[in-house]
């Protein structure tokens, strides 16, 4: 049955997005932390990464998401897809703490975990591609993309998913939900968590008690790269308006699985490949561009070049306004709208 | 026409499904089908499952009796694949849920209509409570605030679960009156079979039930 697409009366007034530049990213997981800190330390949670990042090329998290189907096909029908375990998200291991700490055996036994340990939700980290000396890496930080056409909220008989009429956020209702899981299935991104504890579905929620207050999200503000732009995807005032709409260097992950995501990214451009006798070799570039576009799609192209051409221009002495957009000198700017300090918010202890 | 039979025996045995006092009570074997896929309630649960087998159990064996204040109904299965956990997330746990119309119209097979609700009682072997709920059409089930007990033990490959709740009900509910008559369904939840929601075995046409009087 073809799915009877309803979206253009539900748009939201306004659309929360992120960009994520990824020829800065360190990988240093600091945003990774930042949102574990803030929202995953519950019971039930503990093997959730609501923000994950990735090298590439990798398996990703969970392991070979990218073949778990969900998502919508050329016909924008609902396609099929496996439901990812607590394994393939890496688990969270368990270590014998109570045994080298209280049981006595500190000097015997060592630290270890326990179980399965074959895989973890950052196991290929820096493997990446290639051979020596035209090996190749780059980073790939993932946070759900408050898509514009939700696989989750399709997907769900009991409608405990919802798109925030204000922002575009897309939030599980926890009340509603009652733990089906066909939302994780319907993802074609996988960044629903299953919390066993609580019964519920979970996932990233855009941090929208922040951004209620003008405050950018966690995982944007810690960012020591200056990787993450937060803000509204509408305001043409905003860094995201710029390097999506205007500039067109920024462009989202997957974008055939059809969910229509509001999280984009600006391509990698690694340094250039090294021949035979060590001299540098331009005719390829170190990415293969084909891996580029499997990530990102044709538009690849079009982003890489605008991309190269500014940098070039600033090269040779001049100035780019969109080289200068993605620096951000002034760390804040990237933020705009909600560049607000959670210092200044007075907060209201939970009774 | 199933017969609930009215006893005198104590409410600790007739929550016991292995208990001697169910042995004489008729028991009635009822068929189940899959769910239809056509009237699930999204897109994506109307095509994800298409290809997949609906209803992994096909039937059960329901007895029934009250003691003038409860009911307590006792269902049977063959389901040689135990699933009590949510331990991971792909898997989920076995189920099964009793139907009654609150509305005597009520379609059994979209879960009643915006009119014509139906009242649920379910037991899950993931949860030691059972729990009631009231639907207006698929994917509209809301929870009702009375109390359903349940009870459920293996034996051999079988599934032995009994649901009981008040005659009387509140809040939307249905309600029950020893000489009086209902009909009812049932619907089986196979958890290996990645059963929950609306994909399960279920009786597609009500049964008459009449409830012995005092
Ligand atoms: C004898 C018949 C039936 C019984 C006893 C029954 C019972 C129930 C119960 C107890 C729930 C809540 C499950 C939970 O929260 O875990 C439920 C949910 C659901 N049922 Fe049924 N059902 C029956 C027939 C059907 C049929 C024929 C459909 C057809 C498409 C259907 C579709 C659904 C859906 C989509 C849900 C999930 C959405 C929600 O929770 O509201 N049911 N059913
Ligand atoms: S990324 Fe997945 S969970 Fe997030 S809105 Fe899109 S479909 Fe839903
Ligand atoms: S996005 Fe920022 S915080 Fe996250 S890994 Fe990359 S550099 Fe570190």
Redesign the pocket.
């Known amino acids: 049955m073809a799915r009877i697409r309803k979206d253009a009366e539900q748009q939201p007034k306004h659309q929360v997005s992120m960009v994520f530049d990824l020829n800065k990213c360190l990988g240093c997981q600091t945003c990774t932390i930042a949102c574990k800190r803030l929202w995953t330390r519950d019971e039930g949670m503990e093997y959730m990464w609501w923000a994950t990042v990735n090298t590439q090329p990798g398996r990703g998290t969970p392991r070979d998401y990218e073949k778990m189907g969900g998502g919508f096909d050329s016909e924008d029908v609902p396609r099929a897809g496996h439901l990812p375990t607590r394994g393939e998200f890496g688990d969270a291991w368990k270590f014998n703490y109570d045994e080298v700490f209280y049981g006595g055996k500190g000097s015997k036994v060592h630290l270890k975990p326990e179980g399965d340990t074959t895989w973890g939700p950052n196991w290929d980290e820096d493997q990446g591609g290639g051979e020596y000396p035209n090996s190749y890496f780059f980073y790939l930080p993932r946070i759900c993309n408050h898509c514009t056409h939700p696989a989750c909220l399709d997907a769900c ?2 409608a405990a998913i919802e798109k925030r009429e204000e922002d575009g956020i897309v939030l599980i209702n926890e009340d509603r939900c ?1 733990g ?1 899981r066909f939302c994780m299935e319907a993802c074609p991104y996988k960044k629903i968590y299953f919390n066993q504890a609580r019964k519920v579905a979970q996932k990233c929620i855009f941090c929208f008690p922040r951004v209620d207050k003008e405050v950018a999200p966690a995982c944007a503000r810690m960012c020591p790269g200056r990787v993450r732009f937060a803000g509204y995807l509408d305001d043409p005032e905003g860094p995201i308006y710029k390097l999506v709409k205007d500039w067109k260097v920024a462009i989202p992950l997957h974008p055939e699985y059809g969910t229509e995501p509001n999280v984009y990214y600006v391509p990698p451009i690694a340094p250039p490949r090294l021949d035979k006798d060590g001299n540098v070799d331009e005719s390829s570039p170190r990415i293969p561009t084909a891996y580029l576009e499997h990530l990102f799609g044709p538009a690849v192209h079009g982003s890489l070049e605008i991309l190269q051409r500014e940098m070039d221009k600033t090269r040779g002495g001049g100035k780019s306004e969109l080289m200068d957009l993605l620096i951000s000198r002034r760390w804040l700017d990237m933020f705009h709208n909600l560049d607000r300090d959670p210092a200044t918010l007075e907060w209201t202890a939970k009774t | 026409m199933l017969v609930v039979a009215k006893l005198s025996a104590d409410h600790g045995a007739l929550m016991d499904p292995a208990a001697s006092v169910w042995q004489p009570i008729k028991s009635t074997a009822l068929a189940l089908e899959a ?3 056509g ?3 999204t897109p994506y ?1 109307r095509t994800s499952w298409k290809d997949r087998k609906i209803g992994a159990v096909p039937g059960v064996g329901v007895q029934a009796a009250h003691d003038g204040e409860s009911i307590f109904v006792r269902l049977e299965w063959v389901d040689a694949n135990e699933n009590r956990s949510v331990e991971d997330n792909n898997v989920f746990p076995d ?1 099964a ?3 009654f119309p609150v509305k005597e119209t009520a379609p ?4 009643g209509s915006e009119t014509e609700p ?1 009242n ?3 037991w ?1 072997a993931n949860s030691e409570r059972g ?1 009631s ?1 009231v ?1 207006h059409g ?4 809301e929870p009702s605030t009375e109390a359903v007990d349940v009870a459920a033990v293996r034996s051999g490959d079988h599934w032995q679960v009994i649901i009981s709740r008040k005659l009387a009900g509140a809040d939307g509910s249905v309600s029950l009156n020893p000489g009086g008559a209902s009909r009812f ?3 089986v ?1 196979e958890g290996g079979n990645g059963e ?3 994909f ?1 075995g ?3 046409k009500w049964t008459d039930i009449r409830l012995a009087d005092a």
Request: glycine share 10%; proline share 7%; hydrophobic share 40%.
């Open positions: 008989p009991r009652r089906y | 769910t239809p896929t009237t699930q309630p649960t189920g849920a009793i139907v059994i097979d979209t879960m139906v649920a009682w379910q899950q729990r709920v639907a698929v994917g509209s089930t369904g049932v619907a939840w929950r929601a609306g399960k279920y009786t597609a």
